[in-house]
């Protein structure tokens, strides 16, 4: 397997110098590293790392914000940034601050192995996901799509069937009216009415797109998400005699979206929260402690006590309704704001947010466990469980999701040794 590069930016000679050799241990590829912009977009087009790690406070003509856009937008590649925590609330201001894309000095080298391994895997989901919208971007636009040709003055002159259908009206209804009394838009994003495309892109004499979010309000009153353009229609001597509105709904690709965000977030067997949101809610939860030194989270690792012997007796068909069923059980026991993910196999964890103490934790604990006691039928069959439970809180000061995470499972182990069907506390 060839190593990934990382590009190192970081003008502090001592921690340029640590961070390459520990990138070096962990199996990464170092890129020689640099110090000012100009040079940093150079060396990103000569080695085309996987990664860069930037300090974004660099000298030269090219900011550091500036230089981060280039190096995503226009190379595609993820950025962490190296920030002192001073520099956290400035980055944030700026909305530079996004899961798994910056790190706060000093840190650890087991902190910045995850950051990173984070960052890289985020990066080949959104470009999974960039695919997949590409993909069904080109079958749409293989498709047939509704037209629309007004008059110079806006007014509607032809639709064509796949029109009609979508919107609601048909051509002899909408000849002669305007624009806007039969293609109803509103831009989602703002809450407002789009007025006559066909009047704009007239005067403005240029294609014009339709907004990100746009929906259609058909006939009948029914909103559907359409994309596409309107662009104005030349005669010969290149005057502009109309407009063109190409439109198609989008229904199916805003749920395709839709649903590939949630199979990179949830868990298909059991509709859960999955590690990756996990660990982002969790990193929220200690940014949250930071800020606000009277909030208090908890964490609760689970581990079902005989799932391997309901697998080897009933099957993985039996094991994995299992698992649902136990899913909607630990639902029930948390509020609304908690988080309950499947973590693997059958592992799962709890945040508990915004409690007063450690109280709040093993009163939680014990309510799944006392939910657990009750048999589950499936398929005639009276099913029972025990869980394991660790419980870790913010009490100390953890400045990564993974160092409470393993507190908690080492808790978990624990209550495992002390003979299962029990919670523990992980001791400070």
């Known amino acids: 397997m060839v190593p990934r590069k990382i590009l190192v930016v970081e003008d502090e000679k001592t921690l340029a110098s640590n961070i390459r050799k520990s990138l070096q241990k962990l199996g990464y590829s170092v890129s020689e590293i640099t110090e000012s912009g100009e040079e940093v977009i150079k060396k990103v087009a000569e080695t085309q790392p996987n990664l860069v790690l930037i300090d974004i406070y660099l000298a030269g003509e090219i900011n550091g914000v ?20 001073s520099e956290y609330k400035i980055l944030q201001e700026n909305q530079g601050i996004e899961p798994f894309n910056y790190i706060i000095k000093p840190f650890l080298e087991n902190d910045l192995h995850f950051v990173i391994e984070m960052a890289l895997y985020k990066h080949q989901s959104e470009n999974r996901l960039q695919e997949e919208k590409q993909r069904l971007t080109a079958i749409i636009n293989s498709m047939g799509r509704a037209v629309i040709v007004t008059y110079a003055n806006g007014c509607i002159q032809m639709m064509n069937p796949t029109a009609e259908m979508i919107t609601g009206w048909k051509q002899s209804e909408a000849f002669g009216k305007d624009l806007v009394e039969i293609v109803s838009l ?25 907004p990100e979010n746009c929906a259609l309000i058909t006939k009948d009153g029914k909103e ?25 709904d989008i229904t199916k690709r805003k749920e395709t979206e839709a649903q590939l965000i949630r199979n990179a977030f949830y868990d298909g067997l059991t509709e859960l929260p999955n590690r990756v949101l996990f660990l982002d809610r969790l990193r929220q939860a200690i940014e949250r402690s930071k800020r606000k030194s009277d909030y208090y989270f908890g964490v609760l690792f689970l581990d079902l006590d005989n799932f391997k012997e309901i697998n080897d007796r009933f099957g993985h068909g039996v094991g994995d309704d299992f698992l649902v069923a136990i899913a909607r059980r630990l639902e029930s026991c948390l509020r609304s704001g908690d988080t309950v993910a499947r973590f693997g196999g059958d592992e799962f964890t709890v945040l508990l947010e915004d409690i007063r103490d450690i109280t709040d934790a093993t009163n939680v604990a014990r309510r799944i466990q006392d939910s657990l006691r009750s048999p589950l039928s499936l398929e005639g069959n009276q099913l029972y469980t025990t869980a394991s439970i660790g419980i870790a809180w913010n009490c100390s000061n953890y400045e990564e999701p993974a160092t409470l995470l393993r507190d908690a499972d080492t808790a978990m182990y624990r209550a495992k040794r002390q003979g299962k069907a029990t919670y523990a506390i992980f001791e400070y």
Request: charge should be negative.
């Open 186 to 210: 509103v831009d989602k994003d703002i809450g407002e009415a789009i007025e006559n495309l066909a009047t704009n892109v007239i005067e403005a004499g240029e294609i014009l797109d339709l």
């Open 66 to 85: 500036r230089l981060v856009d280039i190096i995503q937008n226009h190379f595609h590649v993820p950025v962490v940034h190296i920030i002192n925590r």
């Open 224 to 248: 559907i998400p359409i994309g596409d353009n309107v662009a104005p229609i030349r005669d010969p001597n290149g005057n502009i005699t109309g407009a063109v509105l190409v439109f198609q």
